[in-house]
């Protein structure tokens, strides 16, 4: 019994063992700021994603596979060539690279809403109520963070 009760204690603090520290996000946000200028995109873009995506996790993994900063699924991060997808500058870099792409294709709104449920959807006109809220609240920080300079 004691072991288990241990194990238990030590499996509810682990998550806040793996969260990044300021440091971490200070060091992301530049990695951020030097691939945004990279690509040609407003850095601010790229930090809104990361907050909606992991919330400056680089070890987040969604329900549905995704993983990183940036939440990228296995299959597209074969196709970017991340071969590291917890390695922060490997997952900002392609996903910055998938969501330029995107956005060049679809324009801004609906290059989140590939991003996030991937081109095919948006061509079929099949894109989830859940994927345009997801859109239209990294729209929104944005603005918010594009009005404080």
Same mark, same amino acid.
């Given at each position: ?23 971490? %996000?200070?060091?992301?946000?530049? +990695?951020? *700021? /030097? !691939?945004? =200028? ?8 790229? &930090? ?44 900002? %870099?392609?996903?910055?690279?998938? +969501?330029? *792409? /995107? !956005?060049? =294709? ?8 590939? &991003? ?34």
């Amino acid at each position: 019994m004691k072991k288990y009760l241990f194990v238990l204690c030590v499996l509810t603090f682990l998550p806040f063992t793996v969260y990044p520290n300021n440091i971490d %996000k200070q060091e992301t946000i530049s +990695l951020i *700021k /030097q !691939i945004s =200028r990279e690509y040609g995109v407003d850095y601010r873009l790229i &930090y809104c994603v990361i907050k909606v995506e992991s919330n400056f996790n680089p070890y987040a993994i969604s329900h549905k596979g995704a993983q990183g900063l940036m939440q990228i699924m296995p299959g597209t991060q074969k196709e970017l060539g991340i071969t590291q997808p917890f390695s922060k500058y490997q997952n900002i %870099k392609g996903g910055v690279v998938y +969501l330029v *792409k /995107q !956005i060049r =294709r679809f324009g801004v709104r609906k290059g989140l809403w590939a &991003y996030n449920a991937g081109p095919s959807r948006v061509l079929k006109k099949q894109v989830p109520k859940t994927t345009k809220l997801y859109a239209n609240n990294i729209i929104r920080h944005y603005w918010r963070l594009y009005a404080r300079g």
